[in-house]
């Protein structure tokens, strides 16, 4: 491997443990608003230091992460389609939770925060695929030369980034947890390869979006 490669993985590598590790402290030591997890902190922890390093250590354009509207409508198609499929998977969950299938929410919500359930699933899908997919997986797969160990890779930071959640703030155990990690691990695995053919976030975030909305109304 090329020093060029090597130093890419390195500073990869270096950027996703500090990531964690900061976001892990602040869900096990600090309890906010969930508005403010994905309107402040999310953006703040995943997104701005991927943005300086793109910006001014690496010099390179934010298409580079995925930051381009690409054939934006067709993209908002496929993400719709593919998301709601996805989505779906929150009411399988649901009922392997509960005993029962049902489309009722497990909270009654109103249209008003039925509208700020969205701009949040919105919000934190988008600091989530920037971080994982647009940075995390490109430069692995700069580093690596290698599409599927970048895939693999990334997947695996982005469950683990999942932990602090799942045990703290969701408290998932048995089948309900293992669900929730496999969904989550086929979401990843295809936005992944979906982020590869389109070169765009477009259809990662409202793919994750609709799955981030399943979470909170069925999880």
Same mark, same amino acid.
Request: aromatic share 14%.
């Given at each position: 491997?090329?020093?060029?490669?090597?130093?890419?993985?390195?500073?990869?590598?270096?950027?996703?443990?500090?990531?964690?590790?900061?976001?892990?402290?602040?869900?096990?030591?600090?309890?906010?608003?969930?508005?403010?997890?994905?309107?402040?902190?999310?953006?703040?922890?995943?997104?701005?230091?991927?943005?300086?390093?793109?910006?001014?250590?690496?010099?390179?354009?934010?298409?580079?992460?995925?930051?381009?509207?690409?054939?934006?409508?067709?993209?908002?198609?496929?993400?719709?389609?593919?998301?709601?499929?996805?989505?779906?998977?929150?009411?399988?969950?649901?009922?392997?939770?509960?005993? +029962?299938?049902? *489309?009722?929410?497990?909270?009654?919500? $109103?249209?008003?925060? =039925? !509208?700020? %359930?969205?701009?949040?699933?919105? /919000?934190?899908?988008?600091?989530?695929?920037?971080?994982?997919?647009?940075?995390?997986?490109?430069?692995?797969?700069?580093?690596?030369?290698?599409?599927?160990?970048?895939?693999?890779?990334?997947?695996?930071?982005?469950?683990?980034?999942?932990?602090?959640?799942?045990?703290?703030?969701?408290?998932?155990?048995?089948?309900?947890?293992?669900?929730?990690?496999?969904?989550?691990?086929?979401?990843?695995?295809?936005? +992944?390869?979906? *982020?590869?053919?389109?070169?765009?976030? $477009?259809?990662?975030? =409202? !793919?994750? %979006?609709?799955?981030?909305?399943? /979470?909170?109304?069925?999880?």
């Amino acid at each position: 491997m090329d020093e060029t490669k090597l130093r890419t993985l390195n500073k990869t590598y270096f950027i996703w443990s500090g990531v964690l590790i900061i976001w892990s402290l602040y869900r096990v030591y600090i309890r906010l608003p969930e508005w403010v997890d994905d309107f402040v902190i999310k953006p703040v922890v995943f997104v701005l230091p991927v943005l300086f390093y793109v910006i001014y250590r690496e010099r390179r354009p934010l298409a580079s992460i995925g930051l381009t509207l690409g054939k934006f409508f067709r993209d908002v198609y496929l993400g719709l389609g593919f998301g709601m499929l996805f989505a779906l998977e929150g009411l399988v969950a649901n009922s392997v939770k509960h005993g +029962t299938f049902s *489309f009722a929410p497990l909270i009654p919500i $109103t249209g008003g925060q =039925l !509208i700020l %359930a969205v701009v949040l699933a919105l /919000v934190a899908a988008g600091s989530e695929e920037v971080l994982v997919r647009g940075f995390f997986y490109t430069r692995l797969r700069d580093g690596y030369g290698s599409e599927m160990k970048a895939l693999v890779i990334s997947t695996a930071m982005y469950v683990l980034l999942l932990v602090p959640a799942i045990f703290l703030i969701s408290r998932l155990v048995g089948m309900t947890l293992f669900v929730f990690v496999l969904t989550n691990i086929v979401m990843s695995l295809a936005n +992944t390869l979906i *982020f590869s053919e389109t070169k765009t976030l $477009t259809v990662p975030i =409202l !793919i994750h %979006a609709f799955w981030n909305m399943a /979470v909170a109304l069925y999880l």
